[in-house]
């Protein structure tokens, strides 16, 4: 398997939120990622897909909780979201695809 797809794996969407954008303007983007991948993985992953230079990675860990819809009960899905913080000069429009 390629690196490329490798690091598709690791990076599954953009989280684009109101928080998100409240980092993304400290030079910090916001990534779904998958729940194995681990904090230099995600940094290799972003650093090769996008063409910039990474500073720092944190993760955070959401857990599913029960919602009900329509009566009937559900569980959302336990996500695991990385805030990827920049070097100086480098950004990443998550608006455009890749």
């Known amino acids: ?3 490329k797809i490798k690091h598709y794996d690791v990076i599954r969407k953009p989280v684009i939120t109101e928080k998100a ?3 993304s303007e ?3 983007v916001v990534f ?3 729940k194995d991948a681990s904090k230099p993985e995600i940094k290799a ?3 090769d897909l996008f063409n910039v230079k990474v500073k720092a990675v944190n993760t955070t860990i959401t857990k599913g909780k029960a919602k009900r819809f329509r ?3 559900g569980r959302r899905n336990t996500v695991k979201k990385a805030y990827v ?3 100086e000069g480098n ?3 998550v608006t455009t695809g890749l």
Do not use: N
């Open 85 to 87: 913080t920049l070097e």
């Open 45 to 47: 992953a972003v650093e």
């Open 21 to 23: 954008t409240m980092a």
């Open 91 to 93: 950004t990443i429009d």
């Open 1 to 3: 398997m390629s690196d």
């Open 71 to 73: 009566g009937i009960m």
């Open 26 to 28: 400290h030079g910090a």
């Open 32 to 34: 779904e990622v998958s």
